[in-house]
Antibody, heavy 119, light 108 residues
Framework: QVQLVESGGGVVQPGGSLRLSCAAS????????MHWVRQAPGKGLEWVAFIRYDGSNKYYADSVKGRFTISRDNSKNTLYLQMNSLRAEDTAVYYCAKCTVTTGAFDYWGQGTLVTVSS | AIRMTQSPSSLSASTGDRVTITCRASQGISSYLAWYQQKPGKAPKLLIY???TLQSGVPSRFSGSGSGTDFTLTISCLQSEDFATYYCQQYYSYPLYTFGQGTKLEIK
């Protein structure tokens, strides 16, 4: 069955960096675009970034553009999110999510990893 | 960016009730709309995509309708496990997808 398992969250000071990972299994990872979505405590869902199945194109929300980098290693079935210059407002649970075959909806999500930016 | 506005923001209902949640897009998105259910401490779960297509395994009491800018999610006979927060999402503007602010469905 499809599984997405995030890791790498934690507490980091403002201005610091963190790299999140999302280990995928149960499907052909190299055939699907992948997203990162975040949710601040008590708030709604915010789309963060997308990478095409082959890593050829990457897209970012304006709120993270220039600070975050999405990447993937299809040989390791793993998605990454490198987060630099972190701010308090980046505090959130970060989810990786897989697109369906034929639509842009997200049919599988990881359990999330919490990133806390605080001094 | 396309803005998605849900109403109401919160809703109180009883088991067995029929409830409807509305989602409005700031511009036409055809039928490129999904609905998700999220329970506390859990990841969102896909309920409906393409505005009205039920995801596999989702109970038939959930239904979706609409196209263009106005969409609805209806739960025909609320069960206890349906009390959760619901989000709409547009995937028209590939891949810069946006979510509504959420509708919290609570027990009356």
């Amino acid at each position: 069955q499809v599984q997405l398992v995030e890791s790498g969250g934690g507490v980091v000071q403002p201005g610091g960096s963190l790299r999140l990972s999302c280990a995928a299994s149960g499907f052909t990872f190299s055939s699907y675009g992948m997203h990162w979505v975040r949710q601040a405590p008590g708030k709604g869902l915010e789309w963060v970034a997308f990478i095409r199945y082959d890593g050829s194109n990457k897209y970012y929300a304006d709120s993270v553009k220039g600070r975050f980098t999405i990447s993937r290693d299809n040989s390791k079935n793993t998605l990454y999110l490198q987060m630099n210059s972190l701010r308090a407002e980046d505090t959130a649970v970060y989810y990786c999510a897989k697109c369906t075959v034929t639509t842009g909806a997200f049919d599988y999500w990881g359990q999330g990893t919490l990133v806390t930016v605080s001094s | 960016a396309i803005r998605m506005t849900q109403s109401p923001s919160s809703l109180s209902a009883s088991t067995g009730d029929r409830v409807t949640i509305t989602c409005r897009a700031s511009q036409g998105i055809s039928s490129y709309l999904a609905w998700y259910q999220q329970k506390p401490g859990k990841a969102p779960k896909l309920l409906i995509y393409a505005a009205s297509t039920l995801q596999s395994g989702v109970p038939s009491r959930f239904s979706g309708s609409g196209s263009g800018t106005d969409f609805t999610l209806t739960i025909s006979c609320l069960q206890s496990e349906d009390f959760a927060t619901y989000y709409c999402q547009q995937y028209y503007s590939y891949p810069l997808y946006t979510f509504g602010q959420g509708t919290k469905l609570e027990i009356k």
